[in-house]
Nanobody, 125 residues
Framework: QVRLVESGGGLVQAGGSLRLSCAASGRTFSSYAMGWFRQAPGKEREFVAVVTGNGFLTDYAASVRGRFTISRDNAKNTVYLQMNSLKPEDTAVYYC??????????????????WGQGTQVAVSS
């Protein structure tokens, strides 16, 4: 069982930055690939970024590549999402997720793996 708790959301102006954190419980954090997803009002939840258990490999959605950076600190059981050059279309609830299989993260549904409760990010124009 893995419990995930996101933090760091808030309101920011376009062009600004935020760093989201996701703290995980359990002693097997490094055995899970970690992902970030987001869901805007009236839209489907979408993949944002993923990182392998050892932090060596990452992947991003095309819409955030070059602006967002995912990283993890296994000593702190925490995964981060650094978001720069934010745009109004980045406004959404952001969720972190855990899955033992890296290749499965991008297509995860809420019925698979472990999910946090989400943190709201709002970007004003």
């Amino acid at each position: 069982q893995v419990r995930l708790v996101e933090s760091g959301g808030g309101l920011v102006q376009a062009g600004g930055s935020l760093r989201l954190s996701c703290a995980a419980s359990g002693r097997t954090f490094s055995s899970y690939a970690m992902g970030w997803f987001r869901q805007a009002p009236g839209k489907e939840r979408e993949f944002v970024a993923v990182v392998t258990g050892n932090g060596f490999l990452t992947d991003y959605a095309a819409s955030v590549r070059g602006r967002f950076t995912i990283s993890r600190d296994n000593a702190k059981n925490t995964v981060y999402l650094q978001m720069n050059s934010l745009k109004p279309e980045d406004t959404a609830v952001y969720y972190c997720a855990a899955n033992p299989v890296y290749s499965a993260v991008q297509t995860m549904t809420t019925g698979l793996g472990y999910w946090g409760q989400g943190t709201q990010v709002a970007v004003s124009s």
